[in-house]
C-alpha cells in the first residue's frame, strides 16, 4: 500500500490539491489508520499553529 507523505497531506488539508489527487487522498485515508492519524496530527498541528499565530500577545510599555 502506497502511504501519502507529510507535504501532500499538508496540501490536502489546505485544499490545494486537485479534485482527483484529493479523492486518492481522502479514500485512502479511509482505509488506512496510519495515515488516517497522520491527517488528523497534521490538522491538529495546524490548529494549533493558527491560534498561537493569532492570539492577542501583551502591549509592548511605552518605555523599557
Known sequence: MN???EAVCLLYL???LEPPRARDVAEHAGKCAQCHALLHALERESRMLAAALTEESDP???RL
Do not use: K, L, N, S
Request: glycine fraction near 12%; aromatic fraction near 12%.
Open 60 to 62: 509592548m510599555p511605552a
Open 3 to 5: 502511504h501519502f507523505d
Open 14 to 16: 489546505e485544499g490545494q
